[in-house]
């Protein structure tokens, strides 16, 4: 089934081959073996469109993509085929009866084909779970690499055979030749959220952010069965989860803002948290940004005025957070002052024992993003849509 929700861990029977000597790391290149997609949004007239590379030319990819709400990561997940230098696709989009996935993809499971060219909608199947207090108009998305299968050859695969493979692993059997026993290689998938309007306007698209180094191994058994939830503790390991964890802790974040941060926002990710209650802290500095020439008609930078307050703890909650930089600006002594400046956002902590522990550092991907109106289909109808979206720098 497209989701599964069983309430207890359970433990996957991991093959006894030789790991691999690749390191975790955040990749350069946009190539890696675990993909985060940190924002997707479906809301109002806003879709967004997923898409995953196998960018493995000779070699097929079996992977799960897995759609988390903003609140406390509750789950609507899927297994995807795909042979080499293959490519799937899916929406999410608000309707009347909630936010739906759709999806007409050749690399979806043949039972559930019918249900994703109809649309899922996601809550409703997160409810039938026994999930409360969700959230689908937002969130992230995880792709998790199953297993590789190394073809010899550019030639598609039919999907039935990578099914049969997948239902073979979940039984334990790791005896096909082709199988990349050590996991899935560094370079094998990416991808990107692309953010469209009603008519398939395309406004803004987001790359996915990729890790090498997180399969090194082949996982089989009941934790990679359809049923089963998505665990990056099974599925990537104890160790691995927290590399990736460590990987994205920051201590601060920049990002500039203009118009008097008119339709501007910073959204922040906290993977791996799974909480609801889930709580953080953090500090904040605001600056206005001016340019006046010295007397070597130089231009200089001056920072200016301060803020009322600077480095107050404010608190975040949810799994998913967006921040809007004009209320930001509307709590300093002079907001109209602020016209275009500079906004760090510091000392992310966690409030309870949550990703790495109570009063740690918080692990997040953050992104900069504008709204913007949009004209549909030459219609004299204005939309709200995202209008550019870029990772802001974090250190």
């Not at 691999?20 to 809301?43: C, H, Q, R, T």
């Not at 649309?119 to 199953?146: C, M, Q, W």
């Not at 926002?265 to 940004?289: A, E, G, H, L």
């Not at 130089?298 to 957070?321: C, W």
Request: aromatic share 8%; glycine share 6%.
């Amino acid at each position: 089934m497209i989701k599964k929700l069983i309430s207890t861990v359970v433990s996957a029977a991991i093959c006894a081959t030789a790991l691999s000597a690749d390191k975790l790391e955040i990749s350069n290149d946009g190539l890696g073996d675990f993909l985060i997609a940190p924002m997707y949004v479906a809301k109002d007239n806003v879709c967004s469109k997923i898409t995953v590379f196998n960018t493995n030319e000779t070699s097929s990819i079996l992977a799960k993509v897995t759609f988390r709400e903003r609140i406390s990561s509750q789950e609507v997940d899927l297994p995807i085929f795909l042979s080499p230098a293959d490519v799937w696709e899916g929406e999410v989009c608000e309707t009347r009866n909630g936010v739906v996935l759709k999806s007409n993809d050749d690399s979806n499971h043949p039972v559930v084909k019918d249900v994703l060219s109809r649309g899922k909608n996601l809550a409703e199947h997160s409810r039938n779970a026994g999930h409360e207090g969700i959230d689908f108009t937002k969130g992230y998305v995880e792709i998790y690499p199953i297993a590789q299968f190394n073809e010899g050859s550019t030639a598609k695969v039919e999907k039935y055979l990578l099914v049969d493979r997948w239902d073979s692993l979940i039984k334990g059997n790791t005896n096909n030749p082709k199988l990349r026993k050590n996991g899935v290689d560094s370079s094998s998938l990416s991808g990107h959220v692309t953010f469209n309007t009603e008519s398939d306007l395309e406004t803004a698209v987001l790359p996915m952010l990729a890790f090498k180094g997180a399969h090194d191994k082949q996982v089989t058994g009941v934790g990679i069965d359809y049923s089963s939830d998505t665990s990056p503790r099974v599925l990537l390991g104890a160790q691995k989860k927290k590399k990736i964890l460590k990987a994205l802790q920051h201590r601060i974040t920049s990002f500039t803002y203009d118009q008097e941060g008119r339709n501007q926002y910073i959204n922040f990710t906290f993977p791996f948290t799974y909480s609801k209650w889930q709580n953080r802290t953090y500090k904040i500095t605001v600056r206005d940004m001016s340019e006046n020439k010295d007397s070597k008609k130089e231009k200089v930078i001056i920072f200016s005025p301060a803020p009322k307050k600077q480095n107050i703890k404010n608190t975040m909650k949810n799994e998913v957070v967006s921040i809007s930089v004009e209320e930001i600006l509307s709590k300093t002594n002079n907001p109209k002052m602020f016209k275009n400046g500079i906004i760090q956002i510091k000392d992310i902590t966690n409030q309870s024992n949550i990703q790495l522990g109570e009063d740690q550092r918080a692990s997040y991907i953050a992104v900069n993003y504008k709204e913007v109106s949009v004209m549909e289909d030459r219609r004299l109808v204005e939309n709200n849509a995202v209008g550019t979206i870029v990772y802001a720098p974090s250190k």
